[in-house]
């Protein structure tokens, strides 16, 4: 069986290494090549594309695949009537490895077949491996229920540095997002599908006290952007955003309003009649903004709400968020919250698949 697979994953690896080089090339040529959103195979590269975090974890992970890998050699000798002589680990630079000793007198006396059926059950355990560091990372949740209940928002395991996302006001690592403007956030996948909504509808409004109004707003004249857009507000200021609404005497108003002070208790609207609750006079008051640039509400446990405002893709992408596991009230340590994508489990997949393409390719 190992055979088998060894000599299918050998083709299958150079097909994937093949597009690999492939979408690399046309993602040096071109600036915007239609295959950029696909995953492709890179070279990990520990304080590079490694955060320096996850190091410890990709290290034990080379280190249980180089063991797996070479015990299984070391298995298909015993069978095949090998002398085994030894097993021993090494450190090549940094990177921990592992080696079996055979008798090469022996290895050299069987047929070929049984030499195939030796060198093919590294790659036949690092699959076997792979599969079960993706069924263990499948099958956690189920473990963890009676203690545990998912569906409160998206961790956030990771913010870039320098991003739209980081900052003082910013996301950090350990937030829960529960909301985008009015769509809630459940797991990752709301994440992306509240974006993607964010993206393809108008802007959201907010309701605010006509009184508020009064009070802060800034007297500025508008004025039209190269966009077709208006704008009411000093191009300096980092804390004003220009804003447009209507009343009973002309539809076209603008005022610039402090965003926080103006919105950040304000309910979700899209026009004035979404304003009209308890008898209180609100307007809707919607942000006048470049075309495609959007200002989107984050709620994000435990800190304040997180005004962004640019493209929501820039968003999107400048975290990594992952499902999380909340602990059931009454339990121990009820105030922490847990990754459902731990990373332990996650390294030795990953790292089994990769060790695969190149085990089946030497």
């Known amino acids: 069986m190992g055979m088998v697979f060894g000599i299918m994953a050998m083709f299958g690896s150079i097909i994937l290494l093949f597009k690999t080089l492939m ?103 690092n699959f076997i491996l792979g599969l079960a560091a993706l069924v263990s990372l499948l099958v956690l949740p189920l473990f963890l229920l009676p203690f545990y209940y998912t569906g409160a928002g998206a961790l956030i395991t990771e913010v870039i540095e320098d991003s739209p996302a980081s900052g003082p ?8 997002v529960t909301q985008l403007e009015d769509c809630r956030v459940l797991s990752v996948e709301d994440w992306h ?57 002309d539809s076209h108003l603008y005022a610039c309003l402090p965003a926080r002070r103006a919105i950040e208790s304000s309910g979700i609207c899209r026009s004035n009649t979404d304003c ?11 942000p006048s903004l470049e075309n495609q640039t959007r200002l989107i509400r984050v709620k994000h446990q435990p800190q304040m709400d997180m005004l962004f405002v640019g493209y ?30 731990p990373p332990l489990p996650h390294w030795p997949y990953c790292q089994d698949w990769s060790l695969l393409v190149l085990e089946s390719l030497f």
């Open 169 to 176: 006001r910013g996301l950090f690592v350990g937030d829960l």
């Open 23 to 125: 979408q690399t090339l046309s993602q040096m040529m071109y600036e915007n090549p239609d295959g950029s959103h696909e995953q492709v195979l890179q070279v990990v590269v520990p304080g590079v594309n490694l955060p320096v975090s996850q190091m410890a974890y990709f290290f034990v992970a080379i280190l249980i695949s180089g063991v797996i890998h070479e015990i299984g050699h070391g298995v298909a000798a015993i069978r095949e009537q090998v002398r085994f002589n030894g097993f021993g680990m090494f450190i090549f630079i940094i990177y921990p490895g592992a080696f079996v000793d055979l008798f090469t007198t022996h290895l050299q006396l069987i047929s070929p077949v049984q030499q195939l059926r030796i060198f093919c059950a590294g790659v036949w355990h």
């Open 193 to 249: 599908s509240c974006m993607k909504e964010i993206i393809y509808r108008p802007q959201t409004g907010y309701c605010v006290n006509e009184a508020t109004l009064q009070w802060v707003q800034a007297p500025n004249r508008a004025f039209k952007r190269l966009d077709g857009t208006m704008e009411c507000c000093n191009n300096n200021s980092l804390t004003d955003i220009c804003f447009t609404y209507s009343n009973n005497l």
């Open 312 to 341: 929501p893709l820039h968003l999107q992408y400048a975290v990594v968020p992952v499902p999380c596991l909340m602990p059931f009230k009454g339990t121990k340590h009820t105030s922490r919250m847990y990754s459902i994508d």
């Open 276 to 286: 009209q609750k308890d008898f209180v006079p609100e307007l809707c008051l919607i």
